[in-house]
């Protein structure tokens, strides 16, 4: 028996009228009275008892009643937990750098890979990120900042070289190692601690920059003619940004972490990790 003859009985017992259940339910009228026709057969019984202005139930109509809604109640119940079973969801925070040299293009391919993962992306500070995976508010976090702790994953999925950039290209003693030359023109995207410390230890003429961001686009925005600017290579590759590179000091690489807690429950974030790492440990 198809279920919808129940939805349609329960439907003509609640208007009493077959032209109204027809037109609530999208149907003929001709339609509606095949399906009760087809249920009274079923169960060998007469459900309605037709007068000439109303439509009562018969005994046995009032009888199938509670079995009625109990059977397509569980049918939408069913429905809607084979759906869900289907759909998974995933709550990601990233800090604005990672968000804007990782994840920003990371989620459209994302998207395309899991066409059932629907995704709500915030960005947060450090801080926050971690205080968020730690309290089970977010499943997973994107940062250019090394986190350590016993109840968090971390997977590298991004990296590149970090380089001195200029938007003329002339030459900019100050930015050899060892020298102390003004630092007024320095925009410093602030990427993370560890970062930080080893450009300000190792050129001294980053020390006291003009700016401070965490946003790679709006240090390039700030850029005086004659300004200099670390950047990952493969991110201003990928913008096909007009900047000159610097001869330089090594500086060391930047990665973007993922990091997910130990226990998270959401059974498709490891093959998600794996798939984000897939995306190109070189930024590509």
Avoid at 16 to 39: D, M, P
Avoid at 141 to 170: C, H, M, N, R
Avoid at 230 to 253: G, H, M, R
Wanted: charged share 20%.
């Amino acid at each position: 028996m198809d279920i919808r003859f129940l939805s349609t009985f329960l439907e003509v017992s609640n208007t009493r009228h077959f032209g109204k259940a027809a037109e609530n339910l999208y149907l003929t009228q001709a339609a509606v009275s095949a399906r009760i026709k087809l249920l009274e057969e079923f169960f060998n019984v007469k459900l309605f008892t037709r007068h000439r202005n109303s439509i009562q139930l018969t005994p046995a109509g009032e009888l199938l009643i509670p079995y009625a809604k109990q059977l397509t109640d569980t049918l939408k119940e069913a429905q809607h937990n084979v759906i869900d079973n289907k759909v998974h969801y995933l709550s990601v925070a990233s800090t604005s750098c990672a968000q804007e040299i990782y994840f920003a293009n990371a989620l459209p391919k994302l998207a395309g890979q899991y066409p059932d993962l629907h995704v709500k992306s915030d960005i947060l500070s450090s801080d926050m990120l971690l205080r968020h995976l730690l309290e089970h508010t977010i499943d997973i976090g994107f940062s250019t900042e090394y986190f350590k702790s016993d109840e968090i994953e971390k997977l590298a999925v991004w990296q590149s070289p970090l380089s001195f950039y200029t938007a003329q290209g002339q030459r900019h003693e100050a930015f050899s190692e060892g020298e102390s030359g003004s630092s007024a023109n320095y925009v410093h995207i602030e990427y993370s601690i560890a970062v930080s410390e080893s450009v300000f230890k190792q050129v001294k003429a980053t020390r006291h920059p003009k700016l401070r961001t965490p946003s790679p686009s709006v240090g390039v925005q700030a850029l005086s003619d004659d300004g200099v600017i670390l950047l990952p290579d493969a991110w201003v590759s990928e913008q096909a940004l007009q900047l000159q590179k610097l001869e330089q000091p090594e500086i060391a690489p930047l990665n973007v972490f993922a990091y997910w807690r130990k226990d998270c429950e959401l059974n498709l974030l490891p093959e998600i990790t794996k798939y984000c790492l897939g995306l190109g440990l070189t930024g590509q």
